[in-house]
């Protein structure tokens, strides 16, 4: 499975690469076998604005923009 084409510069990724987070979003989305579900990539790919606030499953975490 390849890594999401948006890995470099995706907040998701890049602030939370430890701990839940890590385990449950960035190992099954941006490196896994739901990549193609990711709620921000799909809106990214469609080129809408995408929320700092949102996962990859599309459940909004506010603390998402200061983890
Ligand atoms: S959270 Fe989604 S858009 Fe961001 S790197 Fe992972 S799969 Fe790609």
Redesign the pocket.
Known sequence: MA?????AN?P??EKCRTGVIKNV??IK??RGSE?EN????IL?KAGKE?PLSLL?NGEHLETLKSC
Do not use: G, T
Request: charged share 25%.
């Open positions: 890594d999401c084409e948006y890995i995706c998701v990724f979003f960035n989305y941006c990549l990711c709620a921000r990539r990214k995408v990859p």
